[in-house]
């Protein structure tokens, strides 16, 4: 069964670093979305793309944050300079062409990021 | 921002008997809901998912029930396993905003043998 893979798994960073999360998407998928849980809390929605731009975006994804698809296969977030809030579980999830039913998101394993 | 509620942070529910989880949102225009599970340090998983043209959908052990009137979903598990054991997120989103994901704060259902 298709899966949406990411990498790394962990990444320990000083704060100010700039850190790339990527993704590799389920092939015939054309929404992508970022996600993250800080600790203990909900997972929260960071940013959507489709057709190679944002779709929606949250407050949380301040121009700290940017999104791309370098290479029309992976999908990556940045950080330009990461804070200490900036620690959390990162998830990519992955969604194929809409129909009037809404289809599924699909998520990856996350990368747990720390910022000291 | 609480659009979409689990009030019940844990459930614990004996090997083959039913574990209902339960899902309350605050946003009508919520078109589509789902049920993730998930393990410590792993993404959530699918489990199953409802349109909100349906009352009521059903897959294997896993229903989920639609109460559009009283913003009201829930899961049902029967018979349980204790490899269901896990957290349990409802999500929910709207076709017209770009079909983001809200979740709530997940339950975590403890199937004991």
């Known amino acids: 069964e298709p899966e949406v893979t990411q990498t790394p798994s962990h990444q320990v960073t000083q704060m100010g670093q700039e850190v790339i999360l990527r993704c590799v998407p389920i092939s015939n998928h054309l929404y992508f979305y970022w996600y993250r849980q800080i600790l203990g809390q909900k997972v929260e929605f960071l940013v959507s793309?489709?057709?190679?731009?944002?779709?929606?975006k949250s407050e949380i994804f301040d121009d700290q944050f940017s999104v791309e698809r370098p290479d029309g296969s992976n999908f990556t977030l940045k950080i330009r300079s990461t804070k200490l809030e900036d620690s959390a579980m990162y998830f990519c999830?992955?969604?194929?062409?809409?129909?009037?039913?809404?289809?599924?998101?699909?998520f990856g394993p996350g990368t747990r990021l720390l910022v000291l | 921002d609480q659009q979409v509620k689990q009030n019940s942070p844990s459930l614990s529910v004996q090997e083959g008997r039913i574990s209902i989880l339960n899902c309350d949102y605050t946003?009508?225009?919520?078109?589509?809901f789902l049920w993730y599970k998930k393990y410590p340090a792993e993404g959530p998983t699918f489990l199953i998912s409802i349109s909100s043209i349906k009352d009521k959908n059903e897959d294997g052990r896993f229903t989920v029930f639609l109460n559009k009137s009283a913003k009201h979903l829930s899961l049902h598990i029967v018979p349980s396993q204790p490899g269901d054991s896990a957290v349990y997120f409802c999500?929910?989103?709207?076709?017209?905003?770009?079909?983001?994901?809200?979740f709530g704060q997940g339950t975590e259902l403890s199937v004991k043998p």
């Open positions: 999830a992955t969604k194929a062409p809409t129909s009037y039913y809404q289809e599924t998101q699909y």
């Open positions: 999500a929910a989103s709207n076709y017209n905003q770009g079909g983001k994901l809200i």
């Open positions: 793309f489709y057709n190679n731009e944002i779709s929606e």
């Open positions: 946003n009508s225009m919520f078109d589509y």
